[in-house]
């Protein structure tokens, strides 16, 4: 739950280039491109389709290009609410009271709503239609199970990569000008901070850098290795349970570590009090700092330009995961996916309007290899509002316009992400224009293809307690933390921590995921 939030947050994962905003050079508007899901839409009733879902942004207006071009290309009077995300749990829960429920509603993930609302009836079981449609196909067994409910699928889960969750990289340019190799282990990465910090890496006769940019809650956390992550379930306690990483006594030493390493100096001083933004802009990508994170996926071009500006000889390189005291290495796999698309129970005796429901999803979540991402594909330039109106082609990179203006049919669509056949197949490294950003993003997809990655059990099941609890414990155990880390508090008030983070509702919670897995006849840690 604290990987999805913190992709939710957004982090380093800031959309990229191929979201930028950019002019938009009219042209002749082309008419809508055919194919065999839309011509059985057009030969068939038109329906009303009404839709209620969430954005972070600006919202699109409800009469842009790209509701035209989805209306004539499935035959639909698509109607699509949209609800800024700081409302939106407010908003859907009224709806769903008042029993209205539009045909197709979106969730950022499985809460307690979702799991409620399913049990009393609200949504439409898919199952019969998983098999049918190439983009349902694609979704793993271990991934599906976080929307069972009674053993029925209630959502479809729309596309994240399983293996592209953010974890270390360095600044090897100032490992090379220190003379250090690259770390393979904790002490070694400590020492590798700390001469970050008092060895003038960046050679400009300053006391101006330091090893490891951190911000609010302790983040990044820094876990080489599932052995030490905060969010994956691995280690057990006295009792046989599987307990988060959160609370073991891996993470203990992982705290008196980053507390030995803040007496030093080598992490951003006030952490506590910087958010994530500006520790991007400020400290890390502003050439500060020699550690921070990174994935292939979603990294900004215009803060890692800021860093090429202040450094232009900068190198980068992700951190292998470490070798755990277990013999494990690697790192957690995240949830492999962000966001549902549920349908509403009255539809069931409307299989026609379902069988078109379907086609949009379907639709949407059309993979295209990159050499396809261009006008020459049809259905990914009708998807994209076609070349020069909804988007433009610079340096082989797709820029979109920005949602706002609605010119794209995937501003609108249920589902619009990609679900590729595989992490690497997204080829996210070969879309950046910026060479050091180019090269760091596929040294990261060479890491993780030849890495295993631990599956986080808690990912399939559901715990009453941690839905509605989860943000409250976290947050005492992030506070708590972050004083050892501070040296406000000492490391031996470590179990007087767990115990109230029990008591207030962690305790139940370690019952419920355990129960649950029980039931799941989960086996035992998986690796792949």
């Not at 009219?26 to 055919?34: D, R, T």
């Not at 749990?89 to 609302?117: H, R």
């Not at 590798?192 to 890496?201: C, G």
């Not at 197949?425 to 180019?438: D, V």
Request: proline residues 5%.
């Amino acid at each position: 739950m604290a990987m999805k939030k913190l992709l939710a947050a957004g982090l380093v994962v800031a959309l990229s280039a191929t979201a930028a905003a950019c002019g938009s050079a009219k042209q002749e508007e082309k008419p809508s491109q055919g194919n065999a899901a839309e011509g059985q839409s057009q030969s068939a009733k038109k329906h009303t389709i009404s839709m209620i879902d969430f954005r972070y942004g600006a919202l699109p207006p409800s009469d842009g290009k790209g509701i035209q071009l989805i209306n004539e290309k499935f035959n639909v009077d698509f109607k699509p609410q949209y609800v800024v995300r700081s409302d939106y749990t407010q908003k859907l829960s009224a709806v769903v009271a008042s029993g209205d429920i539009p045909d197709i509603i979106v969730l950022e993930g499985p809460d307690s709503n979702f799991y409620k609302w399913a049990k009393q009836g609200a949504f439409l079981p898919l199952d019969e239609y998983l098999s049918k449609y190439e983009s349902f196909k694609l979704i793993p067994e271990n991934v599906r199970k976080a929307v069972m409910v009674g053993g029925k699928t209630y959502a479809l889960q729309k596309y994240l990569t399983e293996n592209y969750d953010l974890t270390p990289m360095i600044r090897t340019d100032w490992l090379e000008k220190l003379g250090l190799k690259m770390p393979t282990n904790y002490e070694e990465l400590k020492q590798v901070a700390i001469a970050f910090t008092k060895n003038d890496p960046d050679g400009n006769g300053k006391a101006d850098t330091y090893g490891m940019a951190m911000a609010e809650n302790i983040n990044p956390q820094y876990a080489m290795g599932s052995y030490w992550d905060l969010s994956a379930w691995y280690h057990k306690n006295d009792q046989g349970q599987l307990i988060p990483g959160f609370i073991s006594n891996a993470r203990k030493e992982h705290v008196q570590w980053l507390a030995d390493l803040y007496k030093e100096g080598a992490i951003t001083k006030d952490f506590a009090l910087t958010n994530w933004t500006n520790v991007n802009t400020k400290e890390f990508y502003a050439g500060k700092a020699g550690i921070f994170i990174g994935t292939p996926r979603g990294m900004n071009p215009t803060w890692m330009q800021g860093l090429v500006d202040v450094n232009p000889n900068a190198k980068l390189a992700p951190i292998p995961a470490f070798k755990a005291p277990d013999g494990t290495q690697g790192y957690t796999s995240s949830p492999g996916y962000y966001g549902l698309v549920m349908l509403s129970a009255k539809l069931k005796d409307d299989p026609d309007k379902v069988k078109r429901i379907m086609e949009m999803l379907d639709f949407g979540r059309k993979f295209y290899p990159l050499e396809q991402r261009n006008a020459a594909n049809k259905d990914f330039d009708w998807l994209n509002g076609y070349e020069n109106q909804g988007y433009k082609i610079v340096n082989g990179a797709v820029q979109r316009e920005l949602e706002e203006k609605g010119m794209a049919p995937m501003n609108y669509l249920p589902d619009r992400t990609m679900w590729a056949p595989s992490d690497d197949a997204n080829g996210y490294s070969r879309e950046y224009t910026i060479p050091l950003l180019r090269d760091v993003a596929a040294q990261f997809e060479t890491m993780h293809k030849n890495l295993k990655h631990y599956v986080n059990p808690v990912n399939a099941i559901f715990s009453e307690t941690r839905a509605t609890k989860d943000s409250e414990l976290s947050k005492l155990l992030y506070t708590e933390q972050t004083k050892m880390i501070f040296g406000e508090k000492p490391i031996s008030d470590w179990d007087k921590m767990v115990k109230d983070w029990m008591d207030k509702g962690g305790a139940q919670v370690i019952k419920e995921v355990n129960d649950a897995l029980k039931e799941a006849s989960y086996t035992g840690a998986q690796w792949k």
